[in-house]
């Protein structure tokens, strides 16, 4: 994915500053985070920034494509889903439905199958976000 500035002037946004200062936090965390999350370490940076603002661009960033919702193991549903930056176009997570470890891996090799179903749906596909669940091997070995 081309970076953000790029992307919102192509499609005809401007880099506001809830912009800039969401994409920071997501690219400044390792870890996925959700919108409540993310509100709150933008809420660090710039406390003039409302909630309402944070969740109408992770709205827009998604409907670029610069970003995907995930999910993941939570007690509050509100932090069940979080959002996965899509710089490669493609991104996989491993997670275990036992104690909500997520692995993530790069090689997927689905260039094969994207291709297959490109000529099926006669579509155009732009990225995949793919999820694998089971039990990891830290959980096997307990069981
Ligand atoms: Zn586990
Ligand atoms: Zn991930
Ligand atoms: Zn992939």
């Not at 007690?75 to 275990?96: F, Q």
């Not at 260039?111 to 579509?123: I, Q, W």
């Not at 732009?126 to 990891?136: M, S």
Request: charge should be negative; hydrophobic fraction near 35%; aromatic fraction near 8%.
């Amino acid at each position: 994915m081309a970076n953000l500035i790029q992307l919102l002037h192509k499609t005809g946004y401007k880099y506001t500053k809830p912009r800039q200062l969401v994409s920071e936090v997501l690219e400044s965390h390792a870890e996925h985070l959700s919108a409540n999350e993310i509100w709150e370490a933008v809420s660090q940076l710039d406390p003039t920034i409302g909630r309402m603002s944070v969740y109408r661009t992770l709205d827009l960033f998604t409907q670029l494509g610069y970003i995907r919702p995930a999910t993941r193991n939570a007690a509050d549903i509100r932090n069940g889903i979080v959002y996965v930056m899509m710089h490669d176009g493609h991104h996989h997570h491993i997670i275990c439905q036992n104690c909500g470890q997520v692995i993530e891996f790069e090689d997927c090799n689905l260039d094969k199958l994207v291709e297959t179903l490109e000529k099926k749906y006669n579509c155009r596909i732009g990225g995949h976000l793919l999820e694998f669940f089971g039990v990891c091997d830290k959980c096997l070995r307990v069981a």
